[in-house]
């Protein structure tokens, strides 16, 4: 008896099943995303993707999991983790293609081989043939002997490359190459990587291992497919990063084992990622004469202080419509920073183009950099420059107000140890650290006083 395979209809941006054909996806409103798939046989057991027991018990008596760490050597890598992987955890890495995600998984992999007690590590690449993995490899000084290789894209090849190793790390680069055998559709489409996925986490978690997925984002910054995957991970770290610089600023958009606010940063170089521990020094590059258009602030990325440095360029316009250009910072925020300025400073902007952006290729989303803004606008207009040895910090109200910002000690006291002397702060903000000249302001009035 031959039986006709019913075929289904899946969105291929948020994995949305119909049982026809659309053009436009009902659930996410993409246009063009359906795809057919052939619908799983019937009778076919669906599989759970974690495998849990379902035993009643009181919670307060369950035992918890003692989530042992066991660190990478990658210092910040570790830190994003929240100390180092926990068995059975599995990781999806992100990013655009380009942005250093295989380099990071071959260092990630020999440092972690180099722990005595570390079990063998298994690399399957789907995108590259063993002579490119291992040309780099050899460029990146990634020799140990515990790794294992296989450029393999067939599921079942991969699980069976698995059952030799053992490995107690995989890494799978990238999720969008691999394909399951038994099931339609091209690689990379939604059905596919959540099969792969599935089976991939399945057998990592049986086993204890750790499973590191690799996955591209698209240039909207959208896991394609892989979007569907960020439920059934455990931590998802995601490369943020414009191709034009070498800093590369790695996320933890999810992390069941650790902290998600944190941030890694490293740069791009001959011999791969390089760890920036001292991000402030980094970004900020202290001394030099004072110049127009420049003010320090203190971020904060996750825990960590961070020194950020704004810079703004206020010229005059050849155009009707003056030009507004912001990079590494929120640009509707800075728009509307702009608009106060002129409102509460009387700045003539209409007739100026003006340029912000973030020193060293850094992006911030922290309101606390508004008053810097401000500053480095301020000093432009004016051609004059900001106190070298003073941050300012504090977030910019529509109505001109300075507001308080979360953790300003954590934050002065970063700019004192980059050797700050003083600081521009909301006249609100209370616990002031002691021998640190304070500019306390209350409106953006104030700010042209502070400034020098
Ligand atoms: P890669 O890790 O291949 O990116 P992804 O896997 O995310 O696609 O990184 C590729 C880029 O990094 C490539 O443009 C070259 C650059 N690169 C260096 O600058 N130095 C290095 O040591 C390595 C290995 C790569
Ligand atoms: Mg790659």
Redesign the pocket.
């Known amino acids: 008896v031959s039986v006709k395979t019913k075929s289904l209809y899946r969105c291929q941006s948020c994995g949305f099943a119909s049982a026809k054909w659309l053009g436009q996806c009902p659930d996410c409103s993409e246009w063009n995303t359906l795809a057919e798939e052939a619908a799983p046989k019937t009778g076919a057991p669906r599989r759970a993707l974690t495998e849990f027991s379902s035993e009643l018990m009181k919670l307060a008596d369950a035992a918890a999991d003692s989530a042992e760490r066991r660190p990478t050597g990658i210092g910040e890598l570790d830190r994003l983790l929240g100390g180092g992987l926990v068995a059975g955890q599995v990781v999806l890495l992100a990013?655009s293609?380009?942005?250093?995600?295989?380099?990071?998984m071959l260092q990630v992999a020999e440092a972690l081989a180099r722990s005595a007690e570390a079990g063998p590590i298994l690399y399957i690449s789907g995108e590259e043939s063993a002579g490119q993995v291992s040309a780099?490899a050899k460029?990146?000084g990634v020799e140990h002997g515990k790794i294992y290789f296989a450029s393999e894209t067939n599921l079942a090849k991969v699980l069976d490359a698995a059952a030799k190793v053992k490995p107690a790390v995989w890494i799978v680069?990238s999720i969008q190459t691999v394909y399951h055998p038994e099931w339609s559709g091209s690689p990379g489409t939604v059905g596919q990587v959540r099969e792969c996925a599935g089976e991939l986490l399945r057998a990592a978690k049986a086993g204890g291992a750790v499973l590191f997925l690799?996955g591209h984002v698209t240039k909207e910054g959208e896991l394609a497919g892989p979007r569907v995957l960020e439920h059934i991970v455990d931590t998802v770290l995601h490369?943020d990063a414009d191709s034009q610089h070498l800093v590369r600023m790695l996320r933890a958009e999810k992390n069941r084992f650790g902290p998600t606010s944190e941030v890694a940063i490293f740069e791009?170089?001959?011999?791969?990622l390089r760890e920036v521990a001292d991000a402030s020094a980094f970004f900020v590059q202290g001394g030099g004469e004072p110049l127009a258009g420049r003010a320090i602030s203190v971020a904060l990325e996750g825990t960590r202080p961070i020194l950020a440095e704004v810079q703004a360029l206020v010229a005059p316009t050849r155009y009707p419509l003056p030009r507004r250009m912001v990079t590494g910072l929120d640009p509707n925020r800075t728009l509307v920073l702009l608009a106060a300025l002129e409102k509460h400073l009387k700045l003539h902007l209409e007739s100026k183009d003006v340029f912000v952006s973030l020193a060293g290729g850094l992006k911030i989303k922290d309101p606390a950099l508004d008053l810097a803004v401000c500053a480095a606008v301020l000093s432009s207009v004016r051609e004059a420059p900001a106190a070298p040895d003073r941050a300012f910090i504090g977030e910019v109200g529509l109505l001109g107000e300075v507001g308080r910002v979360p953790l300003l000690s954590a934050r002065l006291n970063e700019a004192k140890r980059m050797g700050f002397k003083s600081a521009a702060v909301s006249a609100k903000a209370e616990q002031l650290p002691k021998g640190f000249t304070i500019a306390a302001l209350d409106k953006l009035h104030g700010l042209p006083g502070a400034l020098a």
């Open positions: 990013g293609p380009g942005i250093g995600k295989s380099t990071l780099r460029r990146l680069d690799l490369f791009m170089g001959e011999r791969g």
